[in-house]
């Protein structure tokens, strides 16, 4: 599975850089450079651990997440408990940082390996969402606090595809935190409410869905998969959601099983996937670097 995940460098002026963590082929953490603007600025070159390097934690199938807190830059991702001498396996899965440092910070049953961030604006405070549970067709939804290092369980959100991705941002301007997710369709969860929301059908399990808030629209914005494995965006202002559009005629097809990442910079929603067939787009807002393709959406 091609696990990824993208945060906007806050080191570099006017949002214009993107930092894109993966997955290496070695289990461990990647980092690719990508252009946060909408110009033909891309950089080159990507940095992971070599093969001889030490074993990668870094699960697979899995997802990865990336957020900006406090000033620094934190991915967290799904991995693999170290096993203690004659040990063979584990009934658990770690859900660690793995960048800037490797720490743990909580734990999963064995087969939910899908996580999602959000953070407020400035970073002030961030919040790390995972499944739990033992019912094979139950999921319990969990936040877990970077500030508190607490978790708090919402037992509202149940209905739950085995393999759905995870999604969620923060809305400044309502200070509120919003998790989709796959169940019987694309559904929508604000954190502490009572009820879930379905948003739009989904075609088949396994969607990949990612989510990022604009400031400057004051809208959320959903991308996910559909039936022609084309990428199809559902805006929402304020309480309501809009109509789904498929307009990424241009970009390339996602690859089965990749990840979907989104971050929002310069007026621009950028994606990143691996394409199902390698090599650059036709388009003109896509390109495809390091075996990942960068779509840059216009939005209004």
């Not at 620094?72 to 899965?93: F, S, W």
């Not at 037992?155 to 085995?162: A, C, E, G, N, Y």
């Not at 789904?244 to 097809?253: D, F, G, I, K, L």
């Not at 910079?265 to 393709?293: C, E, Q, R």
Request: hydrophobic share 35%; proline share 5%.
């Amino acid at each position: 599975m091609a696990t990824i995940a993208a945060v906007v460098n806050k080191a570099v002026a006017d949002d214009k850089s993107v930092l894109l963590f993966y997955r290496a082929q070695s289990g461990q953490l990647g980092l690719s450079l990508q252009s946060g603007t909408g110009q033909e600025d891309q950089p080159a070159g990507t940095w992971e651990t070599g093969s001889d390097d030490y074993e990668g934690y870094i699960m697979s199938p899995s997802h990865m997440a990336a957020t900006y807190y406090r000033g620094v830059h934190l991915v967290a991702a799904v991995t693999m408990p170290k096993l203690a001498e004659g040990e063979e396996e584990v009934d658990h899965r770690n859900i660690s940082l793995v960048s800037p440092v490797y720490q743990t910070l909580t734990t999963t049953t064995l087969d939910f390996n899908r996580i999602a961030m959000c953070a407020k604006p400035d970073g002030d405070e961030g919040w790390l969402y995972y499944y739990d549970g033992t019912n094979p067709d139950q999921r319990t939804l969990k936040e877990f606090s970077l500030m508190t290092g607490t978790s708090t369980t919402y037992d509202q959100v149940f209905s739950v595809k085995p393999s759905s991705s995870l999604a969620a941002w923060y809305n400044p301007d309502m200070k509120t935190r919003h998790v989709v997710f796959q169940g019987s369709s694309i559904t929508e969860y604000v954190v502490g409410d009572t009820q879930i929301i379905p948003i739009v059908a989904a075609y088949k399990a396994s969607i990949p869905i990612a989510a990022v808030y604009s400031s400057v629209t004051k809208k959320a914005y959903v991308y996910y998969i559909n039936a022609n494995n084309a990428i199809q965006r559902i805006p929402k202002g304020g309480s309501t959601w809009m109509t789904p559009e498929m307009y990424t005629v241009n970009a390339p097809p996602i690859a089965e099983g990749s990840q979907l990442t989104v971050v929002n910079a310069n007026g621009y929603n950028h994606l990143f996937y691996v394409p199902k067939d390698s090599g650059s787009s036709n388009g003109t807002k896509a390109a495809s670097f390091s075996s990942f393709t960068h779509f840059v959406d216009e939005i209004s």
